[in-house]
């Protein structure tokens, strides 16, 4: 089994549709990949076209069981006083992507643009996103080894010790 860190870079999003009665939207994004969830910052006052630039960091195994390899990018309208309007997502299947880094030591997706689909499945603008992985340089197996090898040793240290002292 092989251990990486997938980073995401989330850049920015363009024609957002609105979904308040104003017009006005503060968006910030939910990253999700398998259990681990970001929130970008609030692009507050920034509204269809917002720029984050932030990274985030996902730490990803692989091969993985159910074989869900998908980075879930919601996005919202942050409101004061009212529930957070949801206003579309997109999905990036990133399987190959850690394939290739699992392969290579490093795979690199560089920052693209993808469409943010409402519920309905109607376009509702698109998101721009790169992402790196990137392989760990030891194993979970070979961890354990070390760590294994590594009590061994200093159990042999310790005895050696004894006898010296007697």
Do not use: C
């Amino acid at each position: 089994m092989a251990i990486g860190i997938m980073e995401v870079k989330l850049m920015g999003a363009k024609g957002l549709k609105r979904s308040d009665f104003l017009g006005i939207i503060d968006p910030y994004v939910l990253l999700q990949y398998r259990n681990q969830e970001y929130k970008s910052r609030i692009a507050k006052g920034q509204g269809r076209n917002p720029i984050w630039n932030e990274k985030f960091k996902y730490i990803v195994d692989y091969p993985v069981d159910d074989d869900q390899y998908k980075l879930v990018l919601k996005i919202m309208d942050h409101d004061m006083y009212n529930p957070d309007d949801y206003l579309g997502e997109a999905k990036i299947y990133v399987k190959e992507l850690i394939e290739l880094g699992v392969e290579k030591g490093k795979a690199k997706l560089h920052p693209q643009k993808h469409r943010v689909v409402y519920t309905n499945l109607t376009y509702r603008g698109e998101i721009q996103v790169g992402i790196t992985f990137t392989v760990k340089k030891e194993t979970v197996e070979e961890g354990i080894f070390r760590k294994s090898s590594r009590r061994y040793l200093d159990d042999e240290e310790r005895t050696t010790k004894r006898i010296r002292l007697w």
